[in-house]
């Protein structure tokens, strides 16, 4: 059933590499309502991090939604690997390829739901050709390729305009990059349903002492939830 309250999605990203399933069921049961994969190619964004086999591995780990999020180009071949790895959900670029409706025709071939993903630099042009094809729309408050980068506030703006071509098609709106207690309020009263936080959540806990995850999903949970009061 599709809704639209507000959820947070940790990116591993931001956790420890060596505990990776530890660190999947720690902000489960800290609160977190999905797990975010960020899969960089090391061409497409500037950085190399995690492949289907990972996602493989830290699928036993995760009890809800994985949203596996591809920063890499071309990303049609490796669509099927991802979704065989056990992703729910499977986000490429609008730039990841020459045909981004059949990426995404092919996503939902694959048995995940389909989601795009909006580069700070990119417009809103194409979405009223492809909001039929997509689960999900991610706009990235930062430019892709490292976490820790500062939010982009004209990004809110973007955010508002998608959420009103939206209209009541059932389609999240995903926030990937700076999400903080401070930022979370803006994307949310924006239209934003889920949001990713890296460092936001991750900071001050381990696995050895999660409770922190679980104080930090909180404060954004409520921050962005108030402004929707």
Not at 118 to 147: H, I, K, Q, S
Not at 215 to 224: D, F, M, V
Request: aromatic fraction near 4%; hydrophobic fraction near 50%; proline fraction near 5%.
């Amino acid at each position: 059933m599709f809704d639209r309250s507000i959820k947070i999605a940790p990116s591993i990203l931001a956790a420890d590499f060596a505990n990776f399933g530890a660190e999947c069921r720690a902000i489960e049961a800290q609160g977190a309502d999905w797990v975010h994969v960020d899969v960089m190619d090391g061409h497409f964004v500037p950085n190399l991090t995690f492949g289907p086999a990972m996602c493989a591995a830290i699928r036993k780990h995760i009890k809800g939604i994985m949203d596996v999020h591809l920063m890499i180009s071309p990303v049609d071949s490796a669509i099927e690997s991802y979704a065989e790895a056990g992703a729910d959900i499977i986000t490429a670029h609008l730039e990841a390829g020459p045909h981004i409706h059949r990426t995404l025709q092919a996503i939902r071939a694959s048995g995940a739901k389909a989601g795009l993903a909006l580069n700070p630099g990119t417009g809103l042009e194409a979405m009223p050709n492809l909001l039929d094809m997509v689960d999900m729309v991610c706009v990235m408050t930062v430019n892709p390729g490292f976490g820790g980068q500062k939010f982009i506030a004209s990004q809110v703006a973007k955010v508002r305009l998608l959420r009103e071509m939206i209209g009541d098609r059932p389609i999240h709106i995903e926030i990937d990059g700076g999400v903080t207690v401070e930022t979370a309020p803006l994307v949310a009263a924006a239209g934003a349903d889920v949001l990713v936080a890296g460092s936001a959540v991750f900071k001050g806990g381990s696995v050895d002492n999660p409770a922190p995850y679980g104080q930090n999903i909180k404060l954004i949970r409520t921050a962005a939830e108030a402004a929707l009061a």
